[in-house]
């Protein structure tokens, strides 16, 4: 056995103190950090240890000399076979001869992920108070579905389900993004960013429309499927203030800004109405000529349209009644002039998809590669038809819907 072995510098202590003050850490923390380092490393070197004993680490906080210890265990888990109590009077030194090379490694090393992490979960913590905020960032990298967007001093992590639809991303190029979660995982924490979240949309009018900004126009609700379109009806809160007029500025400059940031996904602004029921049709335009009845009870709408604004009111893919229920609140039911049911919505579809009798699973897969509309089904067809991770029974489902979208277009 050797005597104590000097793992950093005389200026040890001082090293720490600055490192502590600097990047925020608690001093025992790094030594604390260094100790359970300096066992394993004790470990690693000597192979399998007696589980009869404990092993501690003497530190001086001085000079960063160690020295390793045993002691006799006097309890003991039986199932875990971790050493629970000891006998501290009856250590004794067992630090190996030439350990002080291994533990100065060490304690560097700890000092360093020490500072890592710290100033990780300093950047987390800082934009743990920017949930909900916009952000412009750059795009770093793909990492297989995903997108890595550098948002200062972190990086955001954008998984499919929180891109556009559509939406095609190359490295180096800026996009608005949403803060908005952070997630645990088994790598630690990641910042999650949004291009997705309907959130992103009222962000980007709070910046182009001073108006709403200032809360002199409210928005008071968005519906939307990203990349697609939006839906969102605005309200002002000061007399003389239009807030369609507002939102769409001066030859639609500012609702042009916020139209370009989300890569030309339309929208449109609907004004507020006390009637429920030219708002239900406000919500349902373009479509005109509709009879509205509304059971405010259930929560409830059955919209007759003539024959031939049924196209319009539905929309491609049900997107423009599905938006609507969303927006207003309202289960929608679109019949034809002759009583029959050609559309029938909740308002909780997030996507196309979401009307089909398909199992989450499928659903989840289907989202990753961004195929959430029939549209996406018929253009891009050979990305699922043959995929092993959907179950026959949905792969029918989505066949006949294709060929029903077809049949339609033929017609």
């Known amino acids: 056995m050797s005597s104590v072995q000097?793992?950093?510098?005389?200026?040890?202590?001082?090293?720490?103190?600055?490192?502590?003050?600097?990047?925020?850490?608690?001093?025992?923390?790094?030594?604390?950090a260094i100790r359970q380092a300096l066992i394993s490393a004790y470990r690693k070197q000597m192979g399998d240890l007696d589980n009869a004993y404990h092993f501690f680490v003497e530190l001086d906080k001085e000079t960063g000399s160690a020295k390793i210890f045993q002691a006799p265990a006097t309890k003991i888990d039986e199932e875990t076979q971790e050493v629970l109590e000891w006998d501290e009077t009856k250590s004794e030194d067992v630090t190996p001869a030439g350990f002080g090379r291994i533990a100065a490694q060490t304690a560097k090393q700890v000092i360093l992920q020490k500072i890592r992490l710290t100033e990780?979960?300093?950047?987390?913590?800082?934009?743990?108070?920017?949930?909900?905020?916009?952000?412009?960032?750059?795009?770093?990298?793909?990492?297989?579905?995903?997108?890595?967007?550098?948002?200062?001093r972190g990086q955001g992590f954008m998984p499919?389900?929180?891109?556009?639809?559509?939406?095609?991303?190359?490295?180096?190029?800026?996009?608005?993004?949403?803060?908005?979660?952070?997630?645990?995982?088994?790598?630690?924490?990641q910042i999650i960013v949004s291009r997705a979240d309907t959130r992103l949309v009222l962000k980007l009018f709070e910046r182009e429309v001073p108006e709403v900004a200032t809360g002199a126009v409210e928005i008071s609700a968005i519906a939307r499927e990203a990349g697609?379109?939006?839906?969102?009806?605005?309200?002002?809160?000061?007399?003389?203030?239009?807030?369609?007029?507002?939102?769409?500025?001066?030859?639609g400059v500012r609702v042009q800004k916020v139209i370009e940031e989300?890569?030309?996904?339309?929208?449109?602004?609907?004004?507020?109405?006390?009637?429920?029921?030219?708002?239900?049709?406000?919500?349902?335009?373009?479509?005109?000529?509709?009879?509205?009845?509304?059971?405010?009870?259930?929560?409830?709408?059955t919209v007759t349209a003539p024959d031939d604004q049924l196209s319009l009111v539905i929309g491609r893919g049900g997107q423009n009644v599905r938006l609507a229920a969303k927006l207003t609140g309202y289960q929608i039911t679109v019949k034809s002039a002759t009583g029959k049911i050609e559309s029938a919505v909740t308002g909780e579809e997030e996507y196309e998809i979401d009307t089909f009798n398909i199992?989450?699973?499928?659903?989840?897969?289907?989202i990753q590669y961004k195929l959430t509309t029939l549209n996406d089904l018929v253009r891009f067809r050979d990305k699922w038809v043959d995929m092993e991770e959907i179950a026959d029974s949905d792969r029918q489902i989505l066949l006949e819907k294709v060929a029903e979208y077809l049949q339609e277009d033929e017609n």
Do not use: H, W
């Open 120 to 152: 990780r979960d300093t950047v987390i913590a800082a934009y743990r108070e920017r949930l909900g905020e916009i952000v412009t960032g750059q795009i770093l990298r793909m990492q297989g579905p995903n997108v890595i967007v550098d948002i200062g």
């Open 6 to 32: 000097s793992i950093v510098r005389t200026d040890f202590a001082a090293a720490v103190a600055q490192i502590a003050e600097e990047r925020k850490i608690e001093a025992e923390d790094i030594y604390e």
């Open 359 to 366: 199992t989450n699973d499928t659903r989840e897969i289907l």
């Open 228 to 251: 697609v379109r939006t839906k969102l009806i605005v309200r002002s809160t000061q007399s003389g203030v239009d807030p369609v007029g507002s939102c769409v500025g001066q030859r």
């Open 160 to 189: 499919p389900a929180e891109q556009m639809r559509g939406e095609f991303y190359r490295l180096n190029q800026r996009i608005a993004v949403l803060i908005k979660d952070i997630e645990e995982n088994n790598r630690g924490q």
């Open 262 to 301: 989300l890569n030309n996904e339309k929208v449109d602004i609907i004004p507020f109405a006390e009637d429920k029921e030219q708002l239900l049709k406000a919500a349902l335009a373009p479509a005109e000529s509709l009879v509205v009845d509304i059971n405010d009870k259930k929560k409830m709408v």
